[in-house]
């Protein structure tokens, strides 16, 4: 083998060496930007509580959609008994929620009474995208930061008084 047969060759196993971490490089580059890619476009479902306060304060447990793309619930599974907590007896709300589908940004809201959530509760719940399916739990203190004190003008006549507090609080709740 002469001098310029070595050169060549060691170029080729260069060359060779050289592609393959370039191609091992793409590869794992594809697959973090496919990561990425799904997790800036998948749905995001959160569960908590929310207290409005309109002259009678009331409690709702939230289910809200914060992603990005359509979640439609296939799981939902609690560990907290809420017949007695429904305004409307007889109905399981939240047994309802299998298979609803939520819209990025939009939520579905359940009143709650209050007096009888006792604990957190731990939800474990599977929703699915178009493409993937999610599983995520939460143990959430429904009522925990509910009732926090709010300044609101009452005004002078008394029938205007909710329309008032409705408003001051919807104004609240998008600051």
Request: charged share 20%.
């Amino acid at each position: 083998m002469t001098i310029s047969d070595k050169i060549q060759l060691g170029t080729i196993i260069t060359t060779t060496a050289f592609s393959i971490i370039a191609i091992i490089i793409s590869i794992r580059t594809l697959r973090q930007n496919s990561k990425m890619l799904e997790e800036s476009t998948r749905p995001v479902l959160s569960i908590y509580g929310e207290s409005i306060d309109t002259g009678n304060p009331s409690l709702y447990l939230v289910i809200k959609n914060f992603g990005t793309s359509t979640a439609t619930i296939s799981k939902f599974y609690y560990d907290f008994d809420f017949t007695n907590c429904y305004c409307t007896k007889g109905i399981d709300f939240l047994g309802k929620l299998k298979n609803c589908t939520i819209a990025p940004g939009q939520s579905r809201i359940c009143l709650l009474e209050q007096r009888y959530i006792d604990r957190p509760v731990k939800f474990d719940i599977e929703y699915k995208s178009t493409t993937r399916t999610y599983n995520e739990s939460f143990t959430v203190d429904i009522k925990a930061g509910v009732g926090m004190p709010s300044s609101k003008n009452k005004t002078p006549d008394m029938e205007l008084q909710t329309i008032s507090f409705t408003l001051q609080e919807m104004l609240q709740k998008n600051l």
